[in-house]
């Protein structure tokens, strides 16, 4: 028992650390205002990958297309990747009545390359701008959204500045007082990752980023079009804002009230197993620093889920439980209260107290399943 105690300690002792790092890198972002005069704009191709939305493109259209920016200036490709619903003919007849919208079907997809990542260098290769914007199919955007992404850029030494990412928040109107209280806990937890890497944005490292609210200059997709065309389900945001560091381009993360984009969570507890486990098996191609932070924390909750059982059984101190447990609550709470409020949301506690009891066994059942046994995503299922 004692080794599994150093174990763990020493274990929580670099979680802590990983914590603090990412809390400093919060605290180096500045909250600036997006009023920018319309000289010093660029154009920007904004690019929407869309498979079976046919309730959600409308919208999330034409939030883009609403945009506060000069129409000269913003270009909209909708890529329509194999749906079998009516996403494609909605896309079609909204191009016909917006000249700045323009449609791409895709009709098959090879196995050499992950659907995602083909629709969106698909529409790359059509788009004319020096700036890609990517987002969902399924979210609502400020009307000064994509001023704020491109703020950045204008300032004065920004020319390095390869990737400008912005925070995704779930929002939608729950049915139930059960589906709220999950879908709460899920927001948080969401959250918690862009928390993650804004900080490291913000220490100048790069962790991930969010392909609903990422802005990518044109030149680095086309440099790294090859690393791309992988069959990697996803991951296109993951890949991208790590290459732009490894070609030592500079990294931003907006934090305004503007650049907030509003997404729709997953429905149920089966989807939202196979997200994480899509996102946990992306972790074996990530850079040294996501990797050794992944190994550590997988250990970490591991010892955890056996300290836990040993206590239960009598084998572990009750007193030794209690100081690993505060080891990973203490900086994680104060963590993601200083990030919530850095970025203007409200940190309920009374879904955060909740959500510990189901944390640490989640993490491990999503890294374990995406790992060994794959993930299913957009009806395709995946085994990396």
Partial sequence: MVYLYIILLLSGMIYISYIEYFRKGLSRLRQELCHISDDKLMGVTVIIPARDEEKNISKTVNSVLNQNYPENMLNVIAVNDRSNDSTGKILDSMSRINSNLSVIHIREVSKNISPKKNAILTAVRSAKDDLIVTTDADCIHDPDWIRSLVFPLTLQGSESTGVVAGLTVF??????????????????????????????????????????????????????????????????????????????????????????????????????????????????????????????????????????ILTLTGFFPLEYLIVVLMIKLIPETLFLSYGFGRMGLDFELKYYIPLQFFHIPFSLLAALKGKLFGFEWKGMKYRL
């Fill in 171 to 308: 929002s939608k109107r729950y049915d139930s007082v059960k589906e709220k209280f999950w879908q709460k806990m899920q927001n948080i937890d969401y959250v918690s990752h862009s928390l993650i890497a804004a900080g490291s944005i913000g220490m100048g490292r790069a962790f991930t980023a969010n392909g609903s609210n990422l802005l990518v200059r044109k030149e680095l997709y086309d440099k790294e079009h090859d690393n791309l065309q992988s069959e990697l389900a996803s991951g296109d945001d993951f890949f991208m804002i790590q290459a732009a560091r490894e070609s030592k381009y500079t990294l931003r993360f907006v934090i305004n009230r503007e650049s907030i984009v509003k997404s729709l969570p997953v429905n149920t507890v089966r989807e939202l197993i196979e997200q994480r486990s899509r996102w946990a098996s992306k972790a074996a191609h990530a850079s040294n620093f996501v990797l050794y932070f992944a190994v550590n924390t997988f250990i970490f909750y591991l010892g955890i889920i056996f300290a836990v």
